[in-house]
């Protein structure tokens, strides 16, 4: 039985290190740092932390990472990268700007970061706002249940004004997603505009 425990353990061990490395040893040796670096830029990741990830990744089959062929490749990713679609995505996705567009196709990636980002925004707190008006229609449910077989006349009544609040959250939450939901609509439409003029 420990036997085994030590084998899952090794295993699990293994394969979280894996998940940490950046690259594989196949990649490693197979040395296209350009390509390597095109792919890194064109999902947008931070050059000097990418690139010391694949510096450690490498470590392992004793190869070192050619930096200046991986910057080449990640420029022109970067160019891929920094474009109002990829923005787009990006907002969409909740990921925040890290900065990494250079000034000349910036603004783009900006352009289509905030208009995917509202939307993001406006979706996630819709979300919030459905979730807890279902919190409080159980909370309330139950409140009126326990109120329905209390004869405590005192208890009841502190019951009575807690079904009272409640019901007014309800109604507050009600009026919120209604508006969220408007704004959402009127991002959703902004979001359809700016993809087809992609």
């Not at 996630?124 to 109120?147: F, I, P």
């Amino acid at each position: 039985m420990l036997r085994l425990f030590c084998i899952f353990s090794a295993l699990g061990i293994s394969l979280f290190l894996t998940s940490c490395y950046t690259i594989s040893k196949k990649d490693c040796l197979a040395g296209d740092w350009k390509g390597i670096g095109f792919t890194d830029g064109f999902n947008g990741y931070l050059p000097k932390e990418r690139f010391e990830g694949h510096t450690k990744s490498c470590k392992r089959v004793k190869v070192v990472p050619d930096l200046t062929l991986w910057k080449q490749g990640y420029k022109k990713g970067l160019l891929r990268y920094c474009t109002a679609g990829s923005g787009l995505w990006e907002g969409q996705h909740g990921h925040s700007y890290n900065g990494l567009c250079p000034p000349q196709t910036e603004a783009e990636f900006l352009r289509g970061h905030v208009i995917g980002y509202r939307q993001y925004a406006l979706r996630s707190k819709l979300e919030r706002l459905e979730d807890n008006y279902k919190r409080k229609e159980e909370e309330l449910e139950e409140l009126q249940e326990k109120m329905k077989k209390d004869r405590n006349e005192e208890y009841s009544l502190l019951n009575y004004w807690k079904v009272k609040d409640l019901k007014e959250d309800l109604s507050d939450i009600r009026d919120e997603e209604d508006r969220v939901r408007d704004d959402l609509s009127e991002a959703d439409q902004q979001v359809r505009l700016f993809e087809s003029q992609l």
